[in-house]
């Protein structure tokens, strides 16, 4: 070999070094990346995908499109990122109902905990149990009194079979000891609209999504679901507080990707989102809509899911069929 062609394979076998000892989604992004959302446009989980998806394109220099895929509580998006490719530019958020999905829908084609990786959660947001304006009910306890005196008289909507405000009103059935019918729709935007309209008794709903239509007098809230009050209505008592000793929902929205994505590509998504959620104008903005942060490293996400997943299944194992 000459010299020349010597010189020439070692730059090869350099250039080739070089490339491989670079970490696994070290120039991550290079491309749009997607975010779904399992639910409608309008939904808590769709707002706070668009905030945080509007940041994370300005800190990533790559554009970010948040696509709704709603259905089947929330499971028809989740299995299509479930099967996406694992490298980092297919995500999706959800809520708590995401852990209670297999215990409604047993034939699932995804595992909730071992086909995704979590990232990071993006919000905590206290529900609210609100009726329309012209309901009969100005308390928790108007509300549980007529239950019980006609078991299965009263109705509460939900954004889904095993969304999270399925699971809370089901909690919340549970430990009041009442029977009501559930009514689920496609997302809350409607719940909203039966609610106000008082074609459905009740609902639970997160502040974010609630608040304006509370503000403006068409819903009354009769309590927030959270151990504390929210401070975006701090006159309206918690549950506990409103004659259902005990009782405790946290809503959560976080986001996920498929369980293989590179852990590097995990970190730095992680990375980033801890960051938007410090700035000034996103805390402001969750702060008027009643949501709070719940920073967590991916591991301890991983962690959180998996105990959600057993203790809320269990509320919905229990759930009338």
Same mark, same amino acid.
């Given at each position: 070999?000459?010299?020349?062609?010597?010189?020439?394979?070692?730059?090869?076998?350099?250039?080739? @070094?070089?490339?491989?000892?670079?970490?696994?989604?070290?120039?991550?992004?290079?491309?749009?990346?997607?975010?779904?959302?399992?639910?409608?446009?309008?939904?808590?989980?769709?707002?706070?995908?668009?905030?945080?998806?509007?940041?994370?394109?300005?800190?990533?220099?790559?554009?970010?499109?948040?696509?709704?895929?709603?259905? @089947?509580?929330?499971?028809?998006?989740?299995?299509?990122?479930?099967?996406?490719?694992?490298?980092?530019?297919?995500?999706?958020?959800?809520?708590?109902?995401?852990?209670?999905?297999?215990?409604?829908?047993?034939?699932?084609?995804?595992?909730?905990?071992?086909?995704? @990786?979590?990232?990071?959660?993006?919000?905590?947001?206290?529900?609210?149990?609100?009726?329309?304006?012209?309901?009969?009910?100005?308390?928790?306890?108007? #509300?549980?009194?007529?239950?019980?005196?006609?078991?299965?008289?009263?109705?509460?909507?939900?954004?889904?079979?095993?969304?999270?405000?399925?699971?809370?009103?089901?909690?919340?059935?549970?430990?009041?000891?009442?029977?009501?019918?559930?009514?689920?729709?496609?997302?809350?935007?409607?719940?909203?609209?039966?609610?106000?309209?008082?074609?459905?008794?009740?609902?639970?709903?997160?502040?974010?999504?609630?608040?304006?239509?509370?503000?403006?007098?068409?819903?009354?809230?009769?309590?927030?679901?959270?151990?504390?009050?929210?401070?975006?209505?701090?006159?309206?008592?918690?549950?506990?507080?409103?004659?259902?000793?005990?009782?405790?929902?946290?809503?959560?929205?976080?986001? #996920?990707?498929?369980?293989?994505?590179?852990?590097?590509?995990?970190?730095? #998504?992680?990375?980033?989102?801890?960051?938007?959620?410090?700035?000034?104008?996103?805390?402001?903005?969750?702060?008027? #809509?009643?949501?709070?942060?719940?920073?967590?490293?991916?591991?301890?996400?991983?962690?959180?899911?998996?105990?959600?997943?057993?203790?809320?299944?269990?509320?919905?194992? @229990?759930?009338?069929?």
């Amino acid at each position: 070999m000459t010299m020349k062609r010597f010189l020439i394979a070692c730059a090869a076998v350099l250039s080739v @070094a070089t490339v491989s000892a670079q970490p696994a989604g070290a120039d991550y992004p290079t491309k749009t990346i997607k975010i779904v959302v399992p639910f409608t446009a309008g939904s808590a989980t769709d707002i706070m995908a668009r905030v945080v998806g509007e940041r994370l394109s300005a800190s990533m220099g790559q554009s970010v499109v948040v696509e709704n895929r709603p259905g @089947a509580g929330g499971t028809l998006g989740s299995a299509q990122v479930a099967k996406s490719e694992p490298d980092g530019y297919t995500l999706l958020v959800v809520s708590t109902g995401h852990v209670v999905n297999p215990t409604l829908y047993p034939g699932l084609s995804y595992d909730t905990v071992a086909d995704f @990786a979590g990232v990071s959660p993006l919000a905590a947001l206290p529900s609210v149990l609100v009726v329309g304006a012209g309901s009969p009910f100005k308390s928790v306890k108007d #509300l549980i009194a007529a239950a019980k005196a006609k078991p299965d008289s009263l109705n509460y909507a939900s954004a889904g079979v095993g969304s999270a405000t399925h699971v809370n009103a089901e909690k919340f059935r549970s430990v009041a000891g009442i029977q009501v019918t559930h009514i689920p729709f496609k997302g809350t935007p409607e719940t909203i609209v039966e609610t106000s309209s008082g074609r459905v008794d009740f609902m639970f709903t997160p502040v974010l999504a609630s608040i304006s239509t509370i503000r403006d007098g068409r819903m009354r809230a009769l309590a927030v679901s959270t151990a504390k009050r929210s401070s975006a209505m701090p006159d309206v008592p918690t549950v506990a507080e409103a004659g259902v000793p005990g009782f405790v929902f946290d809503f959560w929205i976080g986001l #996920l990707a498929p369980a293989k994505t590179p852990r590097a590509v995990v970190n730095k #998504l992680n990375a980033e989102i801890a960051k938007i959620l410090e700035q000034p104008a996103v805390k402001e903005r969750m702060a008027k #809509l009643g949501a709070e942060s719940m920073p967590m490293k991916p591991e301890q996400f991983d962690a959180y899911i998996k105990e959600e997943f057993i203790t809320l299944g269990a509320v919905m194992k @229990a759930a009338p069929k």
